[in-house]
């Protein structure tokens, strides 16, 4: 890719819908906070590191990539813990990416986990430095609570009542992980509350699962949008991106991430080109910048080289991003000034 294009991608601002907390955290600041709380890890130099929490080619097993998240997920030990990790995560999207608009998520019983630490405590420090972060920054954030499937029913009706209960400091709500063994269906009922509660939801799902069970995921849980969605590609009724573009589902698609769990069988068949084309509101997320070795510079330009996106593309992805948000109004507006006041394009 051309220096100019890169500069361009660098300097465009950007909104992303789809990044996880416990898969944005920086390699060093893994070990520093593994010394400081006498945590083990497999080694406690930087680039050996690098090399077993970064995913870099696409997956060999399940195995690999749990064996990342765990390592990550080890260090949220303490609240201060939390803090830095929210704060940095919140740093790299502001002064590397330029990214304006950003939803981060997590799973409070992945999280925190065997920590003994409070779900309430944990998430009013992430809730407090987001909002600290957006007074000294040109950046609008906010929380997703997202309950792990793989963890049964009880978890994610825990998970649910936790999310009512902050409803204040919380922006939507996700269902995330294994779809295939954990079919929408068992958290349909789960689900009425969020929507009288007016808790917008998104859903993973056309990930590793089937078109099928995107439409009943659409079906039954009535989400606001979709975390991944390329399975609607493989329908080839074309049925499933009707129900998509018929129920106005914004798509939170993540490139490279789809690539390396073999979502996709290569970045060049990724669909987001064709989703944009026709008419679906697709945008560009870098799911785990830290754990896939990622960040939304890396997925535009994967977006332009290999999936064929043009400027104009990326920009429209931006402004569905932007439109799908679960913030609150005044905030997608800031959010819609700044990507506005975008820079020239370098490339003419
Ligand atoms: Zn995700």
New binding site residues.
């Given amino acids: 890719m051309k220096d100019a294009m890169k500069k361009t991608i660098r300097a465009m601002p950007k909104a992303e819908l ?1 990044r ?1 907390l416990e898969g944005s955290v920086r390699t060093r600041t893994i070990i520093e906070l593994a010394r400081k709380h006498k945590l083990p890890l497999p080694t406690f130099d930087e680039p050996e590191l690098d090399k077993i929490v970064k995913l870099k080619e696409p997956m060999k097993s399940l195995a690999d990539v749990l064996r990342l998240f765990t390592i990550a997920q080890s260090v949220f030990v303490s609240l201060e813990a939390v803090e830095r990790i929210t704060h940095e995560a919140l740093e790299d999207a502001a002064e590397r990416e330029n990214i304006r608009l950003l939803e981060l998520r997590y799973s409070p019983d992945f999280m925190l986990r065997g920590k003994g630490l409070d779900w309430a405590q944990a998430h009013a420090v992430i809730a407090k430095t987001i909002r600290a972060f957006e007074k000294k920054h040109d950046l609008v954030g906010g929380i997703i609570v997202i309950a792990s499937r793989c963890y049964g029913l009880e978890s994610a009706a825990r998970t649910v009542e936790f999310a009512l209960a902050h409803r204040k400091a919380v922006i939507g709500f996700d269902f ?1 992980d294994n779809e295939n063994d954990y079919p929408p269906a068992l958290f349909k009922d789960l689900v009425p509350k969020l929507h009288a509660a007016g808790i917008p939801l998104t859903v ?1 799902s056309g990930e590793e699962g089937t078109p099928e069970a995107m439409r009943q995921t659409i079906e039954l849980l009535s989400p606001r949008r979709i ?1 991944h969605g390329v399975k609607a590609a493989e329908d080839r009724t074309g049925r499933t991106l009707d129900l998509v573009r018929r129920r106005g589902i914004t798509l939170e698609t993540n490139p490279i991430s789809n690539w390396l769990t073999h979502a996709v069988p290569a970045l060049e068949a990724h669909p987001l080109k064709r989703f944009l084309d026709s008419g679906v509101k697709a945008t560009i997320g870098a ?1 785990d910048p830290g754990a896939l070795d990622t960040d939304l510079n890396k997925e535009y330009a994967a977006a332009v080289e290999e999936i064929g996106l043009s400027l104009a593309d990326l920009r429209r992805a931006n402004e569905y991003a932007v439109q799908g948000s679960f913030l609150e109004g005044d905030k997608r507006q800031q959010a819609e000034r700044w990507l506005k006041a975008a820079p020239a394009s370098v490339c003419g």
Avoid: P
């Fill in positions: 789809h996880h995330a993973h975390g799911d």
